[in-house]
């Protein structure tokens, strides 16, 4: 990795933790410098602003950007195999990245227009992506895309929900590694 791409790289992961420890506003382009062992000036060579460095951690941190990496795997796997990989891997991603939930669900965040349309695109995006696994696995039977939205969408929520009680719980349900079990 270039020596850029990993500032930038740092600039972005210390702008996620301080923006969900404190909160978007509170977090001075400062504090990010500071945390990611950079120059304050660096963090505006990269981002024009902190806006525009708020959406990019919205976007580089997502679900969806992370399984776009293994989507040819997906695709080589049967389409059973291929949807129960989708469902640990969104599972490991919410078990990793507690900050980033914590920041897109914030309610500053929430309150913010222009980050709930990105959060919503790349919500429908991941659930998009279910549901081509879903249609994979009812092996050509007439199943409305609508259908397929749902329990897609039905799937990934379950999964946010045993994520959630987990975390309430102390971490206890997210130990056991056998949800998926046949």
Do not use: C
Request: aromatic letters at 8%; glycine letters at 6%.
């Amino acid at each position: 990795m270039a020596r850029t791409s990993v500032k930038k790289e740092a600039i972005l992961q210390a702008a996620l933790e301080l923006f969900a420890e404190k909160g978007f506003s509170a977090t001075a382009t400062k504090e990010i410098a500071e945390r990611s062992g950079t120059a304050e000036g660096l963090l505006f060579y990269y981002f024009k602003d902190k806006r525009e460095l708020l959406m990019q951690v919205v976007r580089t941190f997502s679900f969806h950007h992370a399984i776009q990496e293994k989507e040819s795997a997906l695709d080589r796997l049967d389409a059973e195999s291929a949807l129960m990989e989708y469902g640990r891997a969104y599972l490991s991603f919410l078990r990793e990245h507690r900050s980033y939930l914590l920041l897109i669900w914030s309610p500053e965040l929430m309150a913010d227009n222009e980050i709930s349309k990105e959060v919503a695109g790349l919500v429908e995006r991941i659930v998009s992506g279910a549901a081509r696994l879903l249609e994979r696995a009812a092996r050509n039977k007439p199943v409305s895309p609508q259908s397929l939205e749902a329990a897609a969408g039905m799937m990934l929520s379950s999964l946010l929900t045993y994520s959630a009680v987990g975390i309430r719980l102390g971490g206890r349900a997210l130990e056991r590694d056998d949800i998926f079990v046949r």
